[in-house]
C-alpha cells in the first residue's frame, strides 16, 4: 500500500486538467498562497536578520518594500495568508471533527464559505493599503 | 502541520494585521525594529513566529516536492537541503531578535 502511495506522482499539467470545481480550487490555491507565502517569508527573515547582520542591506531592502510593486505584492500576501489560513481551518476541524462533511456537495459549500470568509476579512484591508499606495500620509489608526 | 497551523492563526494574522494593514510598510524603520525589539514580548512573539511560520512553510514545501519528485535518493537530497536551509534561517533569524537591541539601541542613542 504504501509503496502504491508512493508511487503516485502528479505535474504540472495534472494541477490544471483535473476538473474537481470547488475541491481541486482550493487545493490549487492552498498550494500557490503557501508556496507564495513562503517565499517571502524567505526573504522577509533574511532582511530582518539584517537589522542586526548588515544594517544597510536592511535599510536597502525597506526601500524597496516601499516601490509600488511590493506594495501591490503586499496586498496579494495578505490575500495568500488569509486565504491559506481560513483554509487549513476548514480542512482542520473537517479532518477532526465532521469526517461526514467530506462529502462531496458539503465540501463545495464549505469552500464557497471559506472564500466568502476570506473576502470578508481581505477587501477592506486591501481597499486601506490600496489608498495609502497613492498617499503613504493616510492612517486611520494613528492621528 | 494543523497543530502549528491552528497556533498559527492569532500568530500571523495578528502579525500581518498589526505590521501589513495598521502600521504598513512606510511607518517601519530601524527605530521602529529597534523600539519592538527592546520589548521582550514582540522578541518571544517574533521567535515564536519564526519557528513556527518557517517549519511550517518548509514541510509544506517539502510535501510538495514529494508530489512531483520520482527519484528517491534525489528527494532524499533535498531533504537534507531544506532542513539545512530551514537551520541555517532560522538560527541567524532568532540571533538577530535575541542580540539587535543591545546594538541598535546603542546606534540610534549615538545618532541622537
Same mark, same amino acid.
Given at each position: 500500500?504504501?509503496? !502504491?502511495?508512493?508511487? !503516485?506522482?502528479?505535474?504540472?499539467?495534472?494541477?490544471?486538467?483535473?476538473?474537481?470545481?470547488?475541491?481541486?480550487?482550493?487545493?490549487?490555491?492552498?498550494?500557490?498562497?503557501?508556496?507564495?507565502?513562503? !517565499?517571502?517569508?524567505?526573504?522577509?527573515?533574511?532582511?530582518? *536578520?539584517?537589522?542586526?547582520? +548588515?544594517?544597510?542591506?536592511?535599510?536597502?531592502?525597506?526601500?524597496?518594500?516601499?516601490?509600488?510593486?511590493?506594495?501591490?505584492?503586499?496586498?496579494?500576501?495578505?490575500?495568500?495568508?488569509?486565504?491559506?489560513?481560513?483554509?487549513?481551518?476548514?480542512?482542520?476541524?473537517?479532518?477532526?471533527?465532521?469526517?461526514?462533511?467530506? +462529502?462531496?456537495?458539503?465540501?463545495?459549500?464549505?469552500?464557497?464559505?471559506?472564500?466568502a470568509i476570506t473576502l470578508v476579512l481581505w477587501l477592506p484591508a486591501a481597499l486601506y493599503m490600496g489608498i495609502r499606495i497613492f498617499n503613504p500620509?493616510?492612517?486611520?489608526?494613528?492621528? | 502541520?494543523?497543530?502549528?497551523?491552528?497556533?498559527?492563526?492569532?500568530?500571523?494574522?495578528?502579525?500581518?494585521?498589526?505590521?501589513?494593514?495598521?502600521?504598513?510598510?512606510?511607518?517601519?524603520?530601524?527605530?521602529?525594529?529597534?523600539?519592538?525589539?527592546? *520589548?521582550?514580548?514582540?522578541?518571544?512573539?517574533?521567535?515564536?513566529?519564526l519557528g513556527f511560520a518557517f517549519a511550517h512553510g518548509m514541510n509544506g514545501l517539502r510535501n510538495v516536492l514529494t508530489d512531483f519528485i520520482r527519484?528517491?535518493?534525489?528527494?532524499? *537530497?533535498?531533504?537534507?537541503l531544506l532542513f539545512l536551509v530551514w537551520l541555517t534561517l532560522t538560527v541567524i533569524g532568532a540571533v538577530a531578535i535575541m542580540l539587535a537591541t543591545?546594538? *541598535?539601541?546603542?546606534?540610534?542613542?549615538?545618532?541622537?
Amino acid at each position: 500500500m504504501s509503496t !502504491l502511495i508512493t508511487s !503516485l506522482k502528479t505535474s504540472l499539467t495534472g494541477y490544471v486538467r483535473y476538473r474537481g470545481r470547488e475541491g481541486h480550487l482550493s487545493f490549487v490555491l492552498h498550494r500557490l498562497t503557501g508556496l507564495g507565502t513562503l !517565499l517571502f517569508l524567505t526573504i522577509h527573515i533574511i532582511d530582518m *536578520a539584517a537589522f542586526y547582520w +548588515a544594517p544597510d542591506f536592511f535599510r536597502a531592502a525597506l526601500d524597496l518594500y516601499r516601490t509600488w510593486p511590493y506594495q501591490i505584492g503586499e496586498i496579494a500576501l495578505v490575500f495568500a495568508v488569509l486565504f491559506h489560513g481560513a483554509n487549513g481551518i476548514r480542512i482542520a476541524v473537517v479532518d477532526m471533527f465532521l469526517p461526514h462533511k467530506w +462529502a462531496i456537495q458539503a465540501e463545495r459549500n464549505a469552500v464557497r464559505w471559506t472564500l466568502a470568509i476570506t473576502l470578508v476579512l481581505w477587501l477592506p484591508a486591501a481597499l486601506y493599503m490600496g489608498i495609502r499606495i497613492f498617499n503613504p500620509e493616510f492612517n486611520l489608526f494613528f492621528g | 502541520m494543523r497543530y502549528s497551523g491552528i497556533l498559527m492563526i492569532p500568530l500571523v494574522w495578528g502579525h500581518i494585521i498589526l505590521q501589513d494593514v495598521i502600521v504598513g510598510v512606510h511607518a517601519i524603520d530601524a527605530n521602529y525594529v529597534a523600539a519592538r525589539w527592546g *520589548a521582550l514580548f514582540w522578541q518571544v512573539y517574533d521567535i515564536a513566529l519564526l519557528g513556527f511560520a518557517f517549519a511550517h512553510g518548509m514541510n509544506g514545501l517539502r510535501n510538495v516536492l514529494t508530489d512531483f519528485i520520482r527519484s528517491q535518493s534525489v528527494m532524499r *537530497a533535498l531533504n537534507v537541503l531544506l532542513f539545512l536551509v530551514w537551520l541555517t534561517l532560522t538560527v541567524i533569524g532568532a540571533v538577530a531578535i535575541m542580540l539587535a537591541t543591545q546594538s *541598535a539601541l546603542a546606534t540610534v542613542t549615538s545618532a541622537s
